[in-house]
């Protein structure tokens, strides 16, 4: 994954804006590895937005080696600091540290993948969503770098009503949009989305998201009704468990994430790194639940270390169950080691009884 991304980057550092033309890219891939694809493994294409492509210049005009080991440093740090934020909302340590350093973590480093940055992003966002809800806002839209991240968010941000979140996810998205027009231009930008849809339909069957599993028993067809089918029942589930979601809001939030990867036509081992935050969230009331969660996911992508064909089925189940333990949590009955905020909100309420 981080030769396209370097190759792209490079495209832009010598003046070229045709990130998704797959013969510049393939050439730029070449002169930066120094030798051809070997036969039958092909060209990896860009799928993230422009600005994303910019971001990466510095790494990509280093010889490779340097470049690739600098990104890994800096996602290491980016999973350090995911965990001191994540701890900062009264997360345990251990099982934070359990789910951030989990097997996905590990093959995202591997490969030079986002999914490290975004993980400090999300938990940017959870740990301002109280104190800066707009800068909250604006972290979230970071994870347009991966749209299968963050496309149901909206829907828990309305539920919660947090308006101010929510305005701040518009004007990061705004802020991407603009700049990815000055970078490429409308074209190369319409291109994009084309770009990602194909790549999507193309890797549907092997994907660990339900729409894969979906695909893979009936067709392409089938996966994405059945995506259609399950966002109505998230629409459901949302306008029925509104007030605790509301509970506990950053919760909500990190679960909703879960849920939009859940029902992603674009999931790898990587990706499930995304779910560290809730389970660490999961984790104030039900510790040993969300350690157990990260467990089955850690040992779900063990095989995927030496870089063999994943097990779409093994990959589905462990994202189903990290998902249906951070929805249960969010939606059930409190239990002992309840979130801080719902401690705050009830020692506020005996204050103002006795004042």
Partial sequence: DWIAFAGAA???????????????LAASEVA??????????????????????????PFAVLPPTLGFALFVAVSLVAIAAAFRLLTGLGCPPVPTLVGLA????????????????????????????????????????????????????????????????????????????????????????????KVVLQAG??????????????SEAGGIGVGYVSVAAATLLVVAGTLRFRERLRADPELAMATFVCLSILLSPHVFSQDLLLVAPALALAARRRPRVAVAAAAVVSLA?????????????????????????????????????APRASAEA????????VA
């Avoid at 779409?312 to 951070?326: N, Q, S």
């Fill in 102 to 193: 989990a097997v996905p973590a590990g093959l995202s480093l591997f490969i030079g993948q986002w999914a490290a940055l975004l993980a400090l992003a999300l938990a940017a966002a959870l740990w301002l969503a109280e104190r800066r809800p707009l800068l909250a806002g604006l972290a979230l839209s970071l994870l347009i770098v991966k749209p299968q991240y963050l496309w149901l968010v909206p829907l828990a941000l309305l539920a919660l009503r947090r308006y101010r979140i929510l305005g701040g996810l518009a004007l990061g998205a705004g802020l991407w949009a603009a700049a990815s027009l000055a970078l490429v231009g409308p074209a190369e930008l319409l291109a994009w989305p």
């Fill in 32 to 57: 930066y590895i120094g030798r051809a694809v070997p036969p039958g493994l092909g060209y990896a294409m860009f799928l993230n937005p422009p600005p994303a492509a910019l971001v990466l210049v």
């Fill in 10 to 24: 490079r495209l832009l550092a010598h003046g070229s804006s045709c990130l998704y033309c797959s013969g510049p």
């Fill in 301 to 337: 992508f063990l095989p995927d270390l030496n870089l063999s064909s994943p097990n779409p089925l093994l990959g589905f189940l462990a994202l189903a169950t990290a998902t249906a333990v951070v929805s249960v949590t969010l939606v059930g009955p409190a239990s002992r080691g």
């Fill in 201 to 214: 339909s193309g890797q549907l069957a092997t994907t660990f998201g339900m729409p894969g599993l979906a």
């Fill in 346 to 353: 009830a020692l506020s309420s005996g204050t103002m009884f």
